[in-house]
């Protein structure tokens, strides 16, 4: 099955509320999608860390791992963008509820 990679993060598009810069999620959610355009895989090693192009170094590997992890705390969007980006484990909850 051949998956389609966006180029932008599909949560980056809105910055945190009221702060005009990204909040954690969001910046997690670009390391993520720039790992996964550059690698063609969605899987991280947990000790793997991604730096952003404005220099920043994000622990792609443990951001996952916890994103996972709490998953039924993810709201339907936060989920809906890992879902796009091909995460079985989140389009499975985001069709429960």
Do not use: C
Request: hydrophobic share 40%; glycine share 10%; net charge positive.
């Amino acid at each position: 099955m051949a998956t389609t990679f966006h180029t932008e993060p599909p949560a980056l598009a809105s910055a945190a509320k009221g702060t005009g810069k990204p909040s954690a999620f969001q910046r997690g959610l670009a390391a993520l999608t720039q790992y996964i355009q550059r690698e063609g895989r969605t899987v991280v090693g947990r000790a793997h860390i991604e730096e952003l192009p404005d220099g920043s170094a994000i622990r792609l590997g443990v951001f996952l791992s916890n994103q996972k992890a709490r998953r039924e705390r993810l709201d339907a969007e936060q989920r809906a963008a890992f879902a796009e980006l091909g995460y079985a484990w989140a389009a499975e909850q985001s069709e429960r509820g």
